[in-house]
C-alpha cells in the first residue's frame, strides 16, 4: 500500500471539511507512519498536536480513512518529528541559527510555510485592490520603513493571504537570512497554550519577538483571547521597536473586530489599513486567465467572460477550474462556451454566486423574481409584446431557466406562452454575449440569483 498517496488522499479530504487554520495547524503536518491490519499509526510533529486531534477530530478522521480504505480502522497517534524538525528543536529557536546561503528563496518560503505561487507577478491588479497591491510592493522593497503595520483586510478570496505570501517570497528572494516568521491566528494561540503546557515560554518569546518580519493571517482569531492578545501585545511592541516589519490580515477592519482590546487595536491602526474589495467582472476575467495558465489550460476569452459573469468568489472560480478541467480531459474536448455553460449550471445549484442552496428553484420562483426586479408584471413577460422594457427582462428569465435550471429551450418556450425554440435560443445567447461587456446586465443577473437562492 502506497501509504504517502493514502494519506494524501485523506488530507485532501480533510481539507475540505474543516477550516483554514484549522487544516494547517491541526493536519497538514501529519504523516501516516503505517499501515497494518486495519490499524492506522498517524505521526505528529509535537505532543500538543497529537492531543488536539486526537480529542476533537478522531471520529473525522476515522470516517474519511474508513472511505478510503474501506476498512473499520483503528487509529494511533504518536509523536514523530520530521528528521528536519528535530535538527530546528536541537539547535534551538527556529530563527537561531542562519540559513545556508545556498538555499533558494523557494525552500526558504516552504519551511517558513510561504506559498511560493502567490507572488506580484501572479497577482491580478484592478480598482478593487490596486490601493493594497501599491502598499505591499511599497512594503517588500522598504520593510519597516513604509506602512508598518501593513493591515489587509476584506472578504473570503480577495486576495489578502496572496498579498502577505507575496511580501514574504519578495523579502526571502532578497534576504535569504532574514528572521521570518509566518502563522495564522489560530496558530499563534496554540503555540501559546504549548509554551504554557510544556514550560517553553522563554523559546516561545525568543521565536516571536526576534522576528524581523512578522506575519500574521487571520489575526481577527485571537480577540477575546486575554492571554493571547497579551503576548500579541508585547510581541508586537519587541518587532515594531526594533524596526521589524508586521503584516496583518483580517475579515474586517480594526475598529469592526469585537472584543479586540483597545491597545491593539490603536497600534493596527498606526500603520496603514487597506480594505480589498470583492472583484470586479475585470478583475474576475484576469483571475481566470491567471490560474487557467497555471493550471495549463486554453480558455477562449468569450468562455473566461462567461465564466466571469456567472461566478463571483474567487475560491468558486477555483473550483470551477478544476471541475471544466476534468470535464475537457474526460470528454476530450476543446474548452469553450459550449463545454462551459452546462457545468456553470450544475455549478450554480451547489455553491457558486448564491451559497448553499437547500433545494432546487422553480421556474415560477424564476419568473416571480424576474418580475419584481424589472417591475413587469408576469402576464406581460408570457404575452406578446416585443418591445425592449419586455424584451429584455423575457430573455433574463429565458438565461436563468437555461443557465440555473438546466431547462430545454422547448420547456422554457412552454412556460412563456408557447414561443419557438429558436427564439429562446436567440435569448440565452442574447444575454450570454451581453454579460461580458454589459456590467448594468451583471449586476441585474446577479442580483435576481441572490434573492432567488436567499429564498430557497
Known amino acids: 500500500m502506497d501509504l504517502e498517496k493514502l494519506w494524501k488522499s485523506v488530507l485532501s479530504e480533510i481539507e475540505l471539511s474543516v477550516s483554514k487554520a484549522t487544516y494547517q495547524?491541526?493536519?497538514?503536518?501529519?504523516?501516516?507512519?503505517?499501515y497494518d491490519a486495519g490499524v492506522a499509526t498517524v505521526g505528529f510533529p509535537n505532543p500538543l498536536m497529537r492531543t488536539l486531534v486526537e480529542t476533537r477530530y478522531y471520529s473525522l478522521l476515522k470516517s474519511v480513512l474508513d472511505h478510503h480504505t474501506k476498512e473499520n480502522t483503528s487509529l494511533v497517534f504518536v509523536v514523530s518529528p520530521k528528521k528536519e524538525e528535530l535538527a530546528e528543536d536541537q539547535a534551538g529557536p527556529l530563527f537561531s541559527s542562519v540559513p545556508e546561503p545556498t538555499f533558494s528563496a523557494a525552500s526558504l518560503a516552504k519551511r517558513f510555510h510561504i506559498n511560493t505561487d502567490f507572488t506580484f507577478e501572479s497577482f491580478a491588479v484592478s480598482t478593487t485592490n490596486q490601493m493594497a497591491y501599491a502598499a505591499a510592493t511599497a512594503v517588500s522593497k522598504g520593510p519597516g520603513t513604509s506602512y508598518n503595520p501593513l493591515f489587509l483586510y476584506g472578504g473570503v478570496g480577495v486576495g489578502k493571504t496572496h498579498l502577505m505570501h507575496a511580501i514574504a517570497n519578495a523579502v526571502l528572494s532578497q534576504k535569504p537570512n532574514a528572521r521570518l516568521v509566518y502563522c495564522m491566528g489560530e496558530e499563534f494561540l496554540n503555540d501559546i497554550i504549548e509554551a504554557i503546557q510544556t514550560k517553553t515560554a522563554r523559546q516561545f518569546k525568543q521565536r516571536y519577538r526576534s522576528a524581523q518580519f512578522l506575519f500574521v493571517d487571520d489575526v481577527q482569531f485571537i480577540a477575546g483571547k486575554q492571554t493571547a492578545q497579551e503576548e500579541f501585545f508585547h510581541t508586537f511592541n519587541a518587532v515594531h521597536r526594533e524596526g521589524g516589519q508586521i503584516v496583518l490580515t483580517s475579515d474586517r477592519s480594526p475598529t469592526e473586530i469585537s472584543k479586540l482590546e483597545d491597545r491593539l487595536r490603536s497600534r493596527f491602526e498606526g500603520g496603514l489599513a487597506v480594505d480589498i474589495a470583492n472583484p470586479d467582472f475585470e478583475l474576475r476575467t484576469a483571475i481566470i486567465n491567471i490560474k487557467a495558465h497555471a493550471m495549463g489550460l486554453n480558455i477562449p476569452p468569450d468562455a473566461a467572460q462567461l465564466i466571469a459573469a456567472n461566478l463571483t468568489d474567487t475560491r468558486a472560480i477555483e473550483g470551477f477550474l478544476r471541475r471544466l478541467a476534468t470535464e475537457a480531459s474526460m470528454k476530450k474536448a476543446p474548452i469553450d462556451q459550449a463545454l462551459v455553460a452546462p457545468l456553470l449550471s450544475i455549478k450554480n445549484k451547489?455553491?457558486?454566486?448564491?451559497?448553499?442552496?437547500?433545494?432546487?428553484?422553480?421556474p415560477q420562483e424564476v419568473l416571480t423574481a424576474v418580475s419584481a426586479f424589472f417591475g413587469v408584471k408576469q402576464t406581460t413577460l408570457k404575452g406578446p409584446k416585443r418591445d425592449r422594457p419586455v424584451a429584455r427582462p423575457r430573455q433574463v428569465f429565458m438565461y436563468l431557466c437555461r443557465v440555473e435550471l438546466g431547462l430545454t429551450h422547448n420547456d422554457i418556450g412552454g412556460l412563456?406562452?408557447?414561443?419557438?425554440?429558436?427564439?429562446?435560443?436567440?435569448?440565452?445567447?442574447?444575454?450570454?454575449?451581453?454579460?461580458?461587456?454589459?456590467?448594468?446586465?451583471?449586476?441585474?443577473?446577479?442580483?435576481?440569483?441572490?434573492?432567488?437562492?436567499?429564498?430557497?
Do not use: C, P, Y
Open 25 to 34: 495547524t491541526h493536519f497538514a503536518h501529519t504523516r501516516l507512519l503505517s
Open 350 to 362: 451547489g455553491n457558486g454566486t448564491g451559497g448553499n442552496r437547500g433545494r432546487r428553484v422553480s
Open 416 to 456: 412563456l406562452g408557447g414561443r419557438d425554440h429558436t427564439t429562446v435560443m436567440h435569448g440565452v445567447e442574447t444575454i450570454t454575449r451581453e454579460l461580458t461587456t454589459n456590467e448594468r446586465l451583471r449586476e441585474a443577473v446577479v442580483g435576481i440569483k441572490q434573492d432567488l437562492w436567499a429564498r430557497a
